[in-house]
């Protein structure tokens, strides 16, 4: 009896070691969760297409059909901007009802930051937009997109797309699995242009954007829900430095 305890003992100590070392395995990240309303407590901090840089308090974020028109914003002097979405490049922006945002990057074991991105202001609770190309329909267009991967963004940039359709959400917080909505807007490093990319279509866009990564190729996933997974991948297998 007491050598079959013993066993048993054995046993459940294998297991437990083992189930302790998966869970320590390093996860994928999930996108992060888009931001429809800003704080106005909190300073934000925008740079325009002539390298001017205004920090202070939005006081207005217009948006149109989800376009960005403009942002009014009061600097820390008391001066008031009106900016035109066309004019802003870049731009650092603290969500309402932060909850859990300041600290989620933290709980990430491997970050694989776009190297144009401050690392310190994400960790801090900020959300980005920046004013890229985008293709809409058969017009090209720049928009202020925000960028739903900045932590793993070297290679493959995924924005939210304001006029998408969504599916049953499979996000908690600020971070969800990948393929919330139907549609995003994915631009690859060197592309100038932002695609729009469907829930409907990956399986046929699936290798324009991934077919020259191994790592990728050879996880054997083509579903919408991996998309985070596939970009995640990229950014830490293929992109050189």
């Given amino acids: 009896m007491q050598s079959f305890i013993s066993r048993l003992v054995m046993v459940l100590a294998v297991v437990l070691t083992a189930a302790t070392f998966a869970s320590a395995q390093e996860k994928p990240p999930g ?9 106005k407590k909190k300073l934000s901090y925008i740079t325009l297409k002539d390298g001017t840089e205004i920090v202070g ?3 207005d974020f217009d948006r149109k059909k989800g376009i960005t028109k403009y942002i009014k914003i009061k600097d820390t002097e008391g001066k008031t901007h009106k900016l035109e979405g066309s004019d802003i490049k870049h731009g650092y922006f603290q969500p309402t009802n932060l909850s859990k945002l300041s600290s989620f990057y933290d709980d990430l074991k491997v970050q694989h930051w776009g190297k144009d991105l401050n690392e310190e202001m994400f960790t ?4 980005y937009l920046e004013n890229t190309n985008v293709q809409v329909k ?3 267009m720049e928009l202020l997109m925000q960028l739903l991967n900045p ?5 493959v940039r995924i924005y939210f797309d304001p006029l998408a359709k969504e599916t049953a959400s499979i996000g908690i917080g600020p971070l969800s699995a990948g393929g919330d909505a139907k549609s995003y807007y994915v631009k690859k490093n060197g592309a100038k242009t932002a695609i729009r990319l469907k829930k409907k279509d ?5 290798v324009a954007y991934f077919g020259d990564c191994e790592g990728v190729k050879t996880s054997k996933k083509t579903k919408w829900s991996d998309l985070a997974e596939h970009a995640y991948i990229y950014a830490t297998e293929c992109v050189n430095d």
């Fill in 124 to 127: 801090n609770g900020y959300v």
């Fill in 31 to 39: 996108l992060m969760n888009p931001t429809y309303q800003f704080s």
């Fill in 57 to 59: 308090n939005v006081k």
């Fill in 151 to 155: 932590h793993f963004s070297d290679g």
């Fill in 138 to 140: 058969k017009k090209q």
């Fill in 202 to 206: 990956y399986k046929t866009e699936f």
